[in-house]
């Protein structure tokens, strides 16, 4: 980790309700690269994720103190843009969701909404994202169907395209396979890999198998604290705390 | 053994009678005002406003009760939407972390909703009387309004809620502000929008009690928002309360053309709803 970090979490407690979910949290997610953030259910391995664009806001009854800095601005400064922040990150969830219009407008939405209305420049945006996550020939003659008629797997590519016609600078996935049958996951799994040239990546994912098989870095979180961050394979094959080895082993999910 | 299949059939039967009792009435009901209404129904029923001595007997139609009732109705439906929609919105995607908020205006919405209609008619007369309106089509569109406001929020409410919270959180991330955010979910549940433009123009038409002392009556049709407007509930119950039996007749074709309105605007929004789901998955 030579290069400046994208992402960096100082101090960072969040608490929703009386429950303490992340507890002072430190990291530096690297810039251009893979990070997993692996972990049991109810870690806080997602809230962590949402706190980097900052959906975790809307969470009822949530506090959140401490910095995130992306790019080297606190996205909880009082004075920071939310709109902005959340423009810089594309977030892939758990299942497809897309919009409720045409493939088309679905990846022209996000442009659309920060001031892009010239036909020419969108037709060009939606063909190249759609190209990016290997779509283009699967929907080009139908762009004006409705996006829901798209298989689960092309729906999530969708989404993935969505995403990067705002021009983020990060991705944010939520165990973005896990509806996926095995061809569209490993298709997924390709295209965080060969995006990771232009973007950082920030996966959320229970599967150890992937987070092996896409990451550069891992991080292990569990009740709320990172327990262990490192390269995948040092993480995954020698980790250095004993909680982390349980759990890579298998002996607590 | 022989008791869970005897009660398995017990049961059966109950529902079986339950379901006949529904469909016998429905079909009872629309009979009878068919069997009743359909000899004096005639062109000039709907092409006519009331003569003179319509009441005793005499030629005219019931045109100005139709167009009144669908101006108020129309009226009231579109003002309700214009105040539920954006109630709806802030309820839903405003107010999320002051639960106590939104849960108390819900209730409040809920309480509404029960209030007899008459209530709101009386209410309206109040309004009325204190910035010195006379009975108008006006006053009446204002009553109806108030009384389907409720309707029109719980539906709305109820829809907004079957939207998953991801395709928000997808607005979102892609940088959209609140209100863009609304937007996205306003295109997700248009086919609810129609169910509740439906549910609140069904109630509208219908409702006697809050056009009683609101809208008046006339044998005209209203041509502006102050004058007087007659309402098809309202023309079904002077005719059936007369003695005359060509005009209870009348009572009972009006009553018809009350029901078939109904029913179109019912499979019209069918219609709609199909056209509009298309995003649906």
């Given at each position: 980790?030579?290069?400046?970090?994208?992402?960096?979490?100082?101090?960072?407690?969040?608490?929703?309700?009386?429950?303490?979910?992340?507890?002072?949290?430190?990291?530096?997610?690297?810039?251009?690269?893979?990070?997993?953030?692996?972990?049991?259910?109810?870690c806080?391995?997602?809230?962590?994720?949402r706190?980097?664009?900052?959906?975790l806001?809307?969470?009822?009854?949530?506090?959140?103190?401490?910095?995130?800095?992306?790019?080297?601005?606190?996205?909880?400064?009082?004075?920071?843009?939310?709109?902005?922040?959340?423009?810089?990150?594309?977030?892939?969830?758990?299942?497809?969701?897309?919009?409720?219009?045409?493939?088309?407008?679905?990846v022209a939405?996000?442009?659309?909404?920060?001031?892009?209305?010239?036909?020419?420049?969108?037709?060009?945006?939606?063909?190249?994202?759609?190209?990016?996550?290997?779509?283009?020939?699967?929907?080009?003659?139908?762009?004006?169907?409705?996006?829901?008629?798209?298989?689960?797997?092309?729906?999530?590519?969708?989404?993935?395209?969505?995403?990067?016609?705002?021009?983020?600078?990060?991705?944010?996935?939520?165990?973005?396979?896990?509806?996926?049958?095995?061809?569209?996951?490993?298709?997924?799994?390709?295209?965080f890999?060969?995006l990771?040239?232009?973007?950082?990546?920030?996966?959320?994912?229970?599967i150890l198998?992937?987070?092996?098989?896409?990451?550069?870095?891992?991080?292990?979180?569990?009740?709320?604290?990172?327990?262990?961050?490192?390269?995948?394979?040092?993480?995954?094959?020698?980790?250095?705390?004993?909680?982390?080895?349980?759990?890579?082993?298998?002996?607590?999910? | 053994?022989?008791?869970?299949?005897?009660?398995?059939?017990?049961?059966?039967?109950?529902?079986?009678?339950?379901?006949?009792?529904?469909?016998?009435?429905?079909f009872l009901?629309?009979?009878?005002?068919?069997?009743?209404?359909?000899?004096?129904?005639n062109?000039?029923?709907?092409?006519?406003t009331?003569?003179?001595?319509?009441?005793?007997?005499?030629?005219?139609?019931?045109?100005?009760?139709?167009?009144?009732?669908?101006?108020v109705?129309g009226?009231?439906t579109?003002?309700?939407?214009?105040?539920s929609?954006?109630?709806?919105?802030?309820?839903?995607?405003?107010m999320?972390?002051?639960k106590?908020?939104?849960?108390?205006?819900?209730?409040?919405?809920?309480?509404?909703?029960?209030?007899?209609?008459?209530?709101?008619?009386a209410?309206?007369?109040?309004?009325?009387?204190?910035?010195?309106?006379?009975?108008?089509?006006?006053?009446g569109?204002?009553?109806?309004?108030?009384?389907?406001?409720?309707?029109?929020?719980?539906?709305?409410?109820?829809v907004?809620?079957?939207?998953?919270?991801?395709?928000?959180?997808?607005?979102?991330?892609?940088?959209?502000?609140?209100?863009?955010?609304?937007?996205?979910?306003l295109?997700?549940?248009?086919?609810?929008?129609?169910?509740?433009?439906?549910?609140?123009?069904?109630r509208a038409?219908?409702?006697?009690?809050?056009?009683?002392?609101?809208?008046?009556?006339?044998?005209?049709?209203?041509?502006?928002?102050?004058e007087?407007?007659?309402?098809?509930?309202?023309?079904?119950?002077?005719?059936?309360?007369?003695?005359?039996?060509?005009?209870?007749?009348?009572?009972?074709?009006?009553?018809?053309?009350?029901?078939?309105?109904?029913?179109?605007?019912?499979?019209?929004?069918?219609?709609?709803?199909?056209?509009?789901?298309?995003?649906?998955?």
């Open positions: 980790m030579t290069k400046t970090p994208h992402i960096s979490v100082q101090h960072l407690n969040v608490h929703i309700g009386n429950q303490h979910i992340l507890n002072d949290i430190n990291i530096n997610i690297p810039d251009k690269k893979v990070t997993s953030i692996i972990g049991p259910s109810g806080g391995k997602t809230t962590l994720l706190s980097f664009n900052r959906l806001d809307n969470t009822p009854g949530v506090s959140i103190t401490g910095k995130v800095l992306v790019d080297g601005e606190d996205i909880y400064d009082p004075k920071a843009e939310v709109t902005h922040i959340r423009k810089k990150m594309g977030l892939l969830s758990q299942r497809p969701y897309p919009l409720p219009m045409s493939i088309y407008d679905n939405y996000g442009p659309r909404i920060h001031g892009i209305r010239k036909k020419q420049e969108l037709d060009q945006l939606v063909e190249e994202q759609l190209k990016a996550t290997g779509l283009w020939n699967e929907v080009k003659d139908r762009l004006n169907a409705s996006a829901t008629r798209l298989s689960i797997g092309q729906q999530q590519r969708l989404c993935l395209a969505r995403g990067l016609a705002v021009s983020p600078e990060i991705i944010l996935g939520d165990e973005s396979t896990s509806a996926l049958d095995p061809v569209s996951t490993s298709i997924i799994e390709d295209l890999i060969s990771k040239e232009k973007y950082s990546i920030v996966l959320v994912t229970h198998r992937q987070a092996r098989r896409v990451s550069d870095y891992i991080v292990f979180v569990y009740g709320g604290k990172i327990i262990e961050f490192g390269p995948t394979e040092d993480v995954l094959l020698n980790p250095k705390e004993e909680l982390t080895r349980e759990y890579v082993k298998g002996y607590i999910s | 053994m022989r008791r869970r299949k005897a009660e398995e059939l017990f049961f059966k039967i109950l529902m079986l009678i339950a379901a006949i009792i529904v469909c016998g009435s429905f009901i629309v009979g009878t005002i068919f069997a009743k209404g359909l000899p004096y129904m062109l000039d029923m709907l092409t006519k009331p003569g003179g001595g319509f009441y005793i007997g005499k030629e005219g139609g019931i045109l100005n009760a139709i167009i009144g009732s669908l101006y109705a009226g009231a579109i003002l309700g939407l214009l105040i929609i954006p109630v709806a919105i802030f309820i839903n995607m405003y999320n972390g002051k106590f908020l939104s849960d108390s205006l819900r209730v409040a919405f809920d309480v509404l909703f029960g209030i007899p209609s008459i209530v709101y008619g209410f309206g007369f109040l309004i009325m009387v204190y910035f010195g309106f006379r009975a108008s089509l006006l006053g569109i204002i009553a109806v309004t108030l009384l389907v406001i409720p309707i029109l929020v719980r539906t709305l409410d109820e907004i809620g079957t939207v998953p919270l991801e395709l928000r959180d997808a607005a979102l991330s892609l940088g959209a502000t609140r209100w863009e955010m609304a937007k996205v979910v295109r997700q549940i248009r086919p609810g929008i129609f169910t509740a433009i439906l549910l609140s123009f069904g038409i219908g409702d006697v009690a809050s056009v009683l002392f609101t809208a008046g009556f006339s044998d005209n049709i209203p041509t502006s928002l102050h007087p407007a007659a309402t098809l509930p309202l023309a079904i119950f002077f005719q059936l309360s007369s003695p005359v039996e060509e005009v209870q007749g009348r009572g009972y074709a009006s009553a018809l053309i009350l029901t078939i309105i109904v029913l179109v605007i019912t499979v019209l929004s069918e219609i709609l709803i199909k056209k509009f789901s298309k995003h649906k998955s």
